[in-house]
T-cell receptor, first 115, second 114 residues
Framework: GDSVTQMEGPVTLSEEAFLTINCTYT??????LFWYVQYPGEGLQLLLK?????DKGSNKGFEATYRKETTSFHLEKGSVQVSDSAVYFC??????????????FGKGTLLTVNP | DVKVTQSSRYLVKRTGEKVFLECVQD?????MFWYRQDPGLGLRLIYF???????EKGDIPEGYSVSREKKERFSLILESASTNQTSMYLC?????????????FGEGSRLTVL
């Protein structure tokens, strides 16, 4: 079945440092890929997504590129801020919708950014 | 904007109590989901529903049931709460057939069972 493996945390960085959170997946066909963010005490919000190979999703300075050859969707940001402290989840969806449509999530990576 | 509302942000219940967690979405979505979130385990799907009165088991349905009497409302029921059901519960929704995009999440309900 489908699965998502993401970098174990926690990750602690200083403000303005470069961030990479690794995500690899196993799926049949051509899934869509997502990064969600969960700020303390809140639900999950979509951060970015990519729906086909070589697509780059971007939002709020974060980027991730859908790499089919390496089955990866690594999250990057050039200069993190204290406000980026959150839990980040990588997820995938099957390439066909239907009555059994659902997402598969990674276990999450806790990021703490210190001033 | 899609809004998914969970009725209670924080609940404290006793072992053996019956617990209802309510979720309402306002975008006429066909699909609704209940996940639980635990440190180190990520999100695990409990149940989902793709239509009124329809339900499907997810990965960890034991100890839970659900109800979907109206399209906009999806309830999670713990018939007899136990301490190992202490967790964060997340409701989500999405459009129906043919949709391959993201899920829309509520704020979460943190349940503590004593």
């Amino acid at each position: 079945g489908d699965s998502v493996t993401q970098m174990e945390g926690p990750v602690t960085l200083s403000e303005e440092a470069f961030l990479t959170i690794n995500c690899t997946y196993t799926a049949t066909g051509y899934p869509s890929l997502f990064w969600y963010v969960q700020y303390p005490g809140e639900g999950l919000q979509l951060l970015l997504k990519a729906t086909k190979a070589d697509d780059k999703g971007s939002n709020k300075g974060f980027e991730a590129t859908y790499r089919k050859e390496t089955t990866s969707f690594h999250l990057e940001k050039g200069s993190v801020q204290v406000s980026d402290s959150a839990v980040y989840f990588c997820a995938l969806s099957p390439n066909s919708g239907g009555s059994n449509y659902k997402l598969t999530f990674g276990k999450g990576t806790l990021l703490t950014v210190n001033p | 904007d899609v809004k998914v509302t969970q009725s209670s942000r924080y609940l404290v219940k006793r072992t053996g109590e019956k617990v209802f967690l309510e979720c309402v979405q306002d975008m006429d979505h066909e699909n609704m989901f209940w996940y639980r979130q635990d440190p180190g385990l990520g999100l695990r799907l409990i149940y989902f529903s793709y239509d009124v009165k329809m339900k499907e088991k997810g990965d960890i349905p034991e100890g839970y049931s659900v109800s979907r009497e109206k399209k906009e409302r999806f309830s999670l029921i713990l018939e007899s709460a136990s301490t190992n059901q202490t967790s964060m519960y997340l409701c989500a929704s999405s459009p129906g057939a043919g949709y391959t995009g993201e899920l829309f999440f509520g704020e979460g309900s943190r349940l503590t069972v004593l």
